[in-house]
């Protein structure tokens, strides 16, 4: 993706007030993040440890969503899959990261939930430039490009879900 300035991030959320918008906790060194090897902009909050931000390019424009990890540690022998890019991480590699829909749904608290790689790298791990001994890669013959396109159209799919309202409209 191209590289983001610190206002087109804190202006592309769509299920949070400007004022959180305003607040929230960018990740370190924006300028220097390895751009063109991400599908989407995903971080952790430094200071806040219940709470992940996911920005990507969809349909009309850019889209930032604010998601909520849980505080809850999964056992450690269990293998989970991300729905986004498919890697498997044993132990709690995995978070059900779940957002609060856009406009009235989502003030009304309806939220929408899918289970991602809890450090939002999917990007990296689809290229083979973020590996642990916790972390498979499944051993499929896809080439990198349509694994990388998989993975886009997964993750249009949720920002579809969480932007259903504004959809609606
Ligand atoms: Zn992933």
Redesign the pocket.
């Known amino acids: 993706m191209r590289a983001l300035t610190d206002p087109e991030i804190r202006a592309s959320f769509v299920n949070c007030s400007k004022g959180e918008a305003r607040r929230l906790n960018l990740p370190r060194g924006l300028a220097e993040l390895p751009w063109e090897d991400l599908d989407f902009l995903g971080w952790r909050d430094q200071g806040a440890p219940d709470r992940a931000y996911l920005v990507a390019e969809h349909r009309d424009g850019l889209v930032g969503v604010t998601l909520r990890v849980p505080s809850f540690r999964r056992s450690l022998t269990k293998t989970n899959v991300?729905s986004?890019?498919?890697?498997a991480h044993a132990g709690s590699g995995?978070a059900l990261l779940t957002a609060r829909r856009a406009g009235a749904a989502g003030r009304e608290g309806n939220t929408v939930g899918t289970y991602?790689?809890a450090d939002?790298?999917?990007s990296l791990?689809l290229r083979g430039r973020k590996k642990s001994a916790a972390v498979t890669r499944p051993n499929e013959s896809l080439p990198l490009e349509e694994q990388i396109a998989r993975?886009v159209a997964n993750l249009d799919a949720f920002l579809a879900q969480v932007r259903t309202d504004t959809l609606a409209a």
């Open positions: 991300c986004l890019c498919v890697t995995v991602i790689c939002l790298a999917c791990y993975t």
